[in-house]
Nanobody, 118 residues
Framework: QVQLAESGGGLVQAGGSLGLSCSASGSESEIEYATMGWFRHAPGHERELIADITPSGKTFYRDAVKGRFTISRDNTKHMIYLRMNDLKPDDTAVYFC??????????WGQGTQVTVSS
C-alpha cells in the first residue's frame, strides 16, 4: 500500500505562480518503480492528466500546460513537485497526486484546490 500526501495550492491571481508537493509513503517496492504525476479535476470537466514523471526522470506534459508547468521528482525523498507559472483562470481545479504502479494499480492523494482569479 502507498499513501500520498499533497501540499501547496491556494488562491492566486492570473499570471501568478504556485507550487505543489506530493510525498509518497508506504511500500518502497511500489514507490521506487512507479510513475508519479499530477491530475486535475475542474467542475464540469473530467479528471485529466497534466504531467507525470518516471523514476528515471522522463516527463510528459499536457499541451495546455507545456512551457508553464514543471514537474520534478526526488527519488530519495519519494516526492514529486509541480511548479506552476503564468497561471490562468482555466487552471482552476482540484489537483491530485497520482502514483501508478501499473494501469490497474494506482494510488491517489486527497486533492488540493488551486484557484486562479482573473
Amino acid at each position: 500500500q502507498v499513501q500520498l500526501a499533497e501540499s501547496g495550492g491556494g488562491l492566486v491571481q492570473a499570471g501568478g505562480s504556485l507550487g505543489l508537493s506530493c510525498s509518497a509513503s508506504g511500500s518502497e517496492s511500489e514507490i521506487e518503480y512507479a510513475t508519479m504525476g499530477w491530475f486535475r479535476h475542474a467542475p464540469g470537466h473530467e479528471r485529466e492528466l497534466i504531467a507525470d514523471i518516471t523514476p528515471s526522470g522522463k516527463t510528459f506534459y499536457r499541451d495546455a500546460v507545456k512551457g508553464r508547468f514543471t514537474i520534478s521528482r526526488d527519488n530519495t525523498k519519494h516526492m514529486i513537485y509541480l511548479r506552476m507559472n503564468d497561471l490562468k483562470p482555466d487552471d482552476t481545479a482540484v489537483y491530485f497526486c497520482n502514483l501508478a504502479v501499473t494501469n490497474n494499480n494506482q494510488y491517489w492523494g486527497q486533492g488540493t484546490q488551486v484557484t486562479v482569479s482573473s
